[in-house]
């Protein structure tokens, strides 16, 4: 007797599954965590016909692997040429010691044009990314305990008193993208700086220079010199200790010249 239109194959005749071809598998079904879809496979059904599969009650129902679900771990340096150099905060850094943070930096930063052209909120003269009057010169680096991007420049702009993600910039050599909005011309370079060091990423700050902003003046070593002389004495004395502590490889035409002159107002 011939069989119904439809019916299947006899017991014992083969038939391949429709998804055996690997070019037409989820990455789930490769992967071996989601069951074929086709209920007359055996990896569809439990008892004699084959092991259980892997429990997906975690997954939901129909939920496969997507690609975009993984993210691959980074190796990250944090950048600095300022205060973080001595007083690193909170900032979780690769370090021997824990008791001394500071000796997690290293020498030999990618070099970066830089300028004490910003004024703080205390009148001091702070050095920032200023690619206009600053000159190139090595920062500090070092490693950071994260592995994602995105929390350590959340851990940056805490550091840094930074509201705005866009203060902190940074290169990822895995994805080839950068931040770098104030001066983009260095994004390169630090990339490959960041490969000879054997980095995914750098992060760093971005304050901009406000020296023209907040004195009415454009920025220049006169009258930076002259903005520090009409400062009380006591300012002028704090403004000296910061620039001090400066990491003495930032060795900037203002850090020059008062080294030169000596400052203003100080005798």
Not at 232 to 246: C, D, F, H, K, S
Request: with cysteine; net charge negative.
């Amino acid at each position: 007797m011939e069989e119904p239109t439809g019916s299947p194959p006899r017991q014992g005749g083969p038939r391949a599954p429709a998804d055996d071809n690997p070019g037409t598998m989820s990455l789930g079904k490769l992967l071996g965590v989601v069951p074929d879809a086709n209920p007359s496979s055996p990896a569809a059904h439990h008892g004699d016909e084959g092991p259980p599969g892997p429990d997906l009650s975690f997954m939901g129902h129909g939920d496969e692997i997507q690609l975009t679900d993984f993210k691959l771990a980074r190796s990250i340096a944090v950048v600095t040429w300022g205060a973080l150099a001595w007083d690193p905060r909170e900032l979780p850094l690769v370090c021997d010691d824990e008791e001394r943070p500071e000796e997690a930096w290293h020498p030999g930063g990618p070099e970066l044009p830089i300028e004490f052209s910003r004024v703080a909120v205390d009148c001091r003269l702070i050095p920032v990314l200023d690619p206009a009057n600053g000159v190139p010169v090595p920062t500090l680096w070092a490693r950071s305990r994260r592995n994602d991007l995105n929390a350590a420049v959340e851990d940056l702009m805490k550091a840094e008193g930074a509201r705005n993600r866009k203060l902190i910039g940074f290169v990822d050599t895995k994805d080839n993208t950068h931040r770098c909005l104030a001066h983009m011309a260095m994004a390169e370079p630090v990339k490959a700086w960041a490969r000879g060091h054997g980095v995914d990423c750098v992060i760093w700050a971005e304050l901009p220079p406000n020296f023209a902003n907040h004195t009415g003046r454009p920025f220049s070593l006169d009258t930076a010199m002259r903005y520090l002389g009409e400062l009380p004495r006591a300012l002028v004395e704090q403004a000296r200790e910061y620039v001090n502590r400066t990491p003495a490889c930032v060795d900037t035409p203002l850090r020059r010249r008062l080294a030169e002159v000596g400052w203003p107002g100080l005798g």
